[in-house]
């Protein structure tokens, strides 16, 4: 029975390396400002780059983001579709916070930059309706390593349907934005600096739940015991 004691003990240290990851949605900037809300970079026809950071604070932990969601639920302007162009998204773990986001685009982005996505996010289009963007590549992000950082570059968009104004937060202290005046940045590698405003955004993630070692051993140490146990059983 000395195979059944072993057995237990190694069905443990399975169980304890295959525990599925914890899934769930991380939403920064709510509540949104009432009644407003702001259609850069995805609801107009903007072109050029743009930035959002958001704050190590707002994240309780490491994670794996899947997806950004980001929402159209306080003000109507009618529109029927998205914008039809190009979008390539990059995140990166950011030094720079929301009240130190430099207005230089490239002193921002983060050693670990990656293109997360990049494709035309053309759709229909009401009032109430959630943009999600689907990544391509996932991106582990640990906040004691400092901020995230959105960087979106658009090209060739146009608004067939009507502006669509995202809800944002124009009044917080974990959020700031780097975009272009007037929709276009014209070439231009910097651009106005926007502190405490931040479009609301969604974040589908997935993280890992690893169990002290101090409770791995007791757990370890009763199935150990039980397998001593039922030997006992079976050879008396």
Do not use: H
Not at 62 to 71: M, R, W
Not at 83 to 95: A, H, R, V
Not at 167 to 173: A, S
Not at 183 to 196: H, K, L, R, Y
């Amino acid at each position: 029975m000395k195979r059944l004691t072993l057995s237990v003990t190694g069905f443990c240290l399975l169980l304890f390396s295959a525990l599925p990851a914890m899934a769930g949605t991380v939403v920064v900037g709510l509540p949104a400002t009432t009644g407003e809300g702001n259609c850069f970079p995805f609801g107009c026809s903007y072109s050029g780059e743009y930035q959002q950071v958001y704050s190590a604070s707002q994240f309780s932990g490491p994670v794996t983001i899947s997806d950004l969601e980001f929402y159209n639920t306080q003000y109507d302007s009618g529109a029927t579709a998205m914008n039809s162009g190009t979008w390539d998204i990059s995140l990166s773990t950011t030094s720079a916070d929301w009240d130190t986001l430099s207005s230089t685009f490239a002193s921002n982005i983060g050693s670990n930059n990656t293109e997360v996505f990049s494709g035309n996010l053309y759709q229909s289009w009401a009032f109430g309706d959630t943009l999600t963007i689907d990544l391509t590549t996932p991106f582990t992000y640990n906040p004691a390593n400092g901020n995230l950082l959105m960087d979106v570059e658009v090209s060739g968009a146009t608004a067939p349907g009507g502006s669509i104004f995202f809800d944002t937060n124009y009044e917080n202290d974990y959020m700031a934005r780097l975009y272009c005046y007037g929709g276009s940045c014209g070439g231009s590698t910097t651009g106005a600096v926007d502190t405490g405003i931040g479009l609301v955004t969604g974040f589908s993630t997935t993280t890992a739940t690893i169990p002290e070692p101090s409770s791995l051993l007791l757990l370890l140490s009763g199935l150990t015991t039980l397998g001593g146990f039922l030997r006992r059983k079976i050879t008396s």
